[in-house]
């Protein structure tokens, strides 16, 4: 494992040598025990779906919904129905409210945990609501909106983090997938209610479907103190006894003799111990090494690549996308945001459950991507064909066809987002991670909601190639520096990506080595 890497993908490490020599993922693999036959693993994520797994329901219930508003004439009415610059603002003001709570993030997670991180993001978030469902004007509206960016981007924080370092190795990347999904529960509450009242004739026919937006926190606020911390947290904090209590109860389901717990709990321990040794300008250290250079331009890539796919268009200004090929009727509209919406969750559930659990992670974002540019290319010349003759039905048939078939790539690699940077980053620096790929996925989502509307009018069907060409290059971008990660513990990733010179605890077989291990374990 002395192997030097050069920040190349195709330089780094083999995941399945690395986790050939590891003790935790030997243990691990010799537990082919289900988790809904864990008694404390049921109880564990019973309480996390509620309490976090929800957090991106609210993100997609705004996407949603802002996009059915569009298509209600008294949600119209009564902000002067806004559009080109004003209607990008409004979309864009969440998203400046996220970059405006990034900085925040790692003092927030580092300092007072990832729970804290929930329960404050949550309560602002709630506050953001109520304004927004009482507001008056645009300004208020727009303020509303900031302030629910705000909260929303801490809470997410917590939540990614909180269930990265706590749910047991072999469910991690499922969870975290369905966390990501999420995203179409509240995508779909919110196409269902805008569909069932946008034909109200009062201010309630938009009034209702924004107040609604507060239940995702509400019940995050209602099941969080069930939650416990981070181990990894703990640890960093030197609540040691704390930290084992936990792995024992969740990872060990109660045996203080499991050998796994006590692999796991030396790794976590003496990763941390190294990496507070080898630490001592954290953020400095971002920028000055190679390897963190390259999880920063990783964690960059990530979020922007998430928003910078094409999938902007239609989360936010579907309505416009549709009548660029004379789909115009509002009730239409409203039934294909509903379909699609519907369409994403299965789709997005089955890459969740399916493809994290499978596939590479660099084959699941080569396939997601390749394939959402050959697609992107054909919705293009679909595009293109109806604009020059709008009697062409079937063209504008095969775009709304593309647009689900687009969207079921789209999700092959969605949930890999929040997954794949809290693998890529050692503890010291993953709330830093995260920040930096929020910092860049909401500055992306902002750009895209000012911009798009004002390309779609301007240039039709013509801004879709700009999409095209963006998907090339992240594709290129993704095989030249995404590392793999699958199959391998979080600590063992930096070994994959450094070789000999990452901060790693290596827990190798070696039954000699084990007995230490455990010997060391119950003296804690």
């Known amino acids: 494992m002395s192997k030097k890497t050069t920040g190349i993908a195709r330089h780094d490490l083999n995941v399945n040598d690395v986790a050939a020599t590891s003790e935790v993922s030997r243990l691990l ?3 082919k025990i289900p988790w809904y036959q864990k008694k404390s693993l049921r109880r564990l994520y019973a309480f ?3 309490a976090a797994l929800g957090v991106e329901i609210t993100t997609g219930f705004d996407g949603s919904v802002l996009n059915g508003l569009q298509a209600v004439d008294k949600w119209q009415s009564h902000f002067g129905y806004p559009e080109k610059a004003t209607l990008g603002l409004i979309s864009a003001s969440m998203a400046i409210g996220s970059v405006a709570a990034v900085p925040s993030i790692p003092y927030l997670n580092d300092r007072w945990g990832r729970r804290f991180s929930v329960i404050l993001g949550s309560i602002i978030v709630a506050i953001g609501v109520v304004i927004q469902s009482a507001a008056i004007n645009i300004g208020m509206l727009i303020a509303s909106r900031t302030i629910m960016g705000f909260g929303l981007t801490i809470c997410l924080s917590g939540a990614a983090q909180l269930l990265t ?7 991690r990347a499922i969870i975290i997938g369905c966390f990501q999904v999420s995203w179409y529960v509240g995508s779909i509450l919110a196409a269902g209610l805008t569909l069932s009242t ?6 309630w026919s938009w009034r209702l479907p924004t107040i609604c937006q507060i239940l995702p926190s509400l019940l995050q606020l209602g099941f969080i103190w069930f939650v416990p911390e981070s181990p990894r947290w703990l640890i960093s904090r030197d609540r040691h006894e704390e930290a084992l209590a936990i792995l024992i109860k969740y990872h060990g389901e109660g045996d203080q003799d499991s050998a796994f717990v006590a692999a796991e709990y030396l790794q976590i321990s003496e990763t941390l111990r190294l990496e507070k040794e080898a630490s001592t300008h954290p953020w400095r250290e971002l920028f000055t090494s190679k390897a963190n250079l390259r999880r920063v331009t990783v964690a960059f890539c990530v979020g922007l690549f998430s ?21 115009t009727n509002r009730l239409r509209q409203q039934q294909i945001n509903l379909s699609l919406s519907c369409w994403n969750l299965v789709t997005g559930a089955t890459a969740a459950s399916i493809g994290t659990n499978f596939l590479p992670r660099r ?8 394939s959402m540019c050959a697609i992107f290319s054909c919705w293009t010349g679909a595009s293109a064909v109806f604009a020059s003759d709008n009697t062409n039905n079937s063209a504008a048939i095969a775009v709304v066809a593309l647009i689900f078939i687009y969207y079921a790539f789209y999700n092959l690699m969605m949930p890999l987002q929040y997954l794949y940077v809290s693998e890529v980053f ?3 620096q993953r709330s830093k991670g995260v920040a930096i790929m929020q910092l860049s996925n909401k500055g992306g989502t ?3 909601q000012f911009v798009n509307p004002i390309g779609l009018d301007s240039l039709k069907w013509r801004y879709y190639l700009v999409y095209v060409v963006l998907l090339g290059v992240e594709i290129f971008t993704i095989w030249l520096i995404y590392p793999e990660t699958k199959g391998v513990s979080l600590e063992e990733v930096a070994v994959v990506m450094e070789g000999g010179n990452a901060n790693v605890e290596r827990v190798e077989n070696d039954k000699k080595i084990a007995m230490v291990y455990e010997d060391e374990y119950r003296r804690v």
């Open 307 to 327: 928003q910078w796919a094409g999938n902007g268009l239609v989360s936010y200004y579907l309505a416009k996308v549709l009548a660029t090929v004379g789909i």
């Open 165 to 171: 370092e706590l749910c047991y190795p072999k469910e």
């Open 48 to 50: 996390l779906v509620p």
């Open 446 to 448: 902002g750009f895209n």
């Open 363 to 370: 084959t699941q974002l080569l396939i997601g991507f390749g």
């Open 426 to 428: 050692p503890f010291l």
């Open 198 to 203: 946008y034909h109200w004739r009062t201010d």
């Open 29 to 31: 693999a010799e537990d």
